[in-house]
């Protein structure tokens, strides 16, 4: 772990006109709020407590308290308000934060169980028979099936994360996927045959090795849930918690 004042420094470095943050975003310019944030992040990691933070819109809230995250190397799980600013963390921050950033981690993006594909769901659906009275009147449930169930098992075979947001084109509103997703009141857990390749299973071991887990609040209260009745925890105990778009770092 990094030191207080060799954190502050790097930090302060980070956010000036020649450093790294100037090579990953071209046209960067200091702002003195976001570096104001950065270092005073920097300094609960360092010396742990609360840290209530509030800036404007364009200050640059997200790479101040990612950077100092990323140099103090802690273990550190971020909570968002939306599955967009999870997305924008995890695709664009975090990859060009490595690539400048002179200090290796690993992240791993958490959602819902919803959000993942059930491999055991998915067979027994496949191999049901599509029974018409199924479906509704015009028949449309059966031409979704037969649409999209061959797109979902190709992608299935393919995925390394089972994420439906990999797929685009799927309907948001799509009934298939509630019959083929991940389900807490139908899942095996080990007695699962597919458990080994289970995409949840995969993402909580991926969260428990990484450096950077990132969740959204509707995850971080279901889990904190699931801790008071002592049913297990979802996501890893981290050291740091920073709560995104509630413009808070509680450090313990």
């Known amino acids: 772990m990094t030191d207080g004042p ?3 420094h790097r930090v302060a470095a980070a956010f000036s006109a020649t450093g790294p943050l100037s090579e990953a975003w071209p046209g960067f310019e200091p702002r003195h709020g976001q570096c104001r944030m950065a270092l005073a992040t920097a300094d609960v990691l ?4 609360t840290l209530l933070a509030e800036a404007g819109t364009g200050t640059g809230k997200t790479l101040a308290y990612l950077v100092p995250a990323i140099l103090a190397r802690q273990r550190v799980l971020v909570s968002t308000g939306t599955k967009n600013l999870q997305e924008q963390i995890f695709f664009k921050d975090l990859p060009a934060l490595a690539a400048v950033l002179d200090v290796p981690f690993t992240a791993t993006l958490m959602k819902g169980r919803s959000n993942y594909l059930c491999l055991h769901r998915l067979r027994a659906v496949a191999d049901a028979p599509a029974e018409p009275a ?8 059966a031409a979704e099936r037969a649409v999209f169930l061959p797109v979902i098992q190709d992608w299935a075979a393919s995925t390394a994360t089972g994420d439906r947001a990999e797929l685009r084109d799927l309907p948001e509103d799509l009934p298939l996927w509630d019959d083929v997703s991940a389900d807490a009141d139908t899942c095996l857990g080990t007695e699962c ?4 390749e289970c995409f949840v299973t995969r993402m909580r071991q991926r969260a428990a090795e990484s450096d950077i887990v990132i969740v959204n609040h509707h995850l971080l209260c279901a889990d904190a849930a699931v801790r008071h ?8 105990s981290c050291p740091t918690l920073v709560r995104a778009s509630w413009k808070w770092v509680n450090c313990s």
């Open 229 to 236: 009745g002592s049913f297990g925890e979802v996501i890893p």
């Open 193 to 196: 045959p597919e458990y080994a």
């Open 46 to 49: 360092h010396t742990g407590g």
């Open 6 to 8: 060799d954190l502050g």
């Open 134 to 141: 199924l479906f509704d009147a015009g028949g449309r449930g």
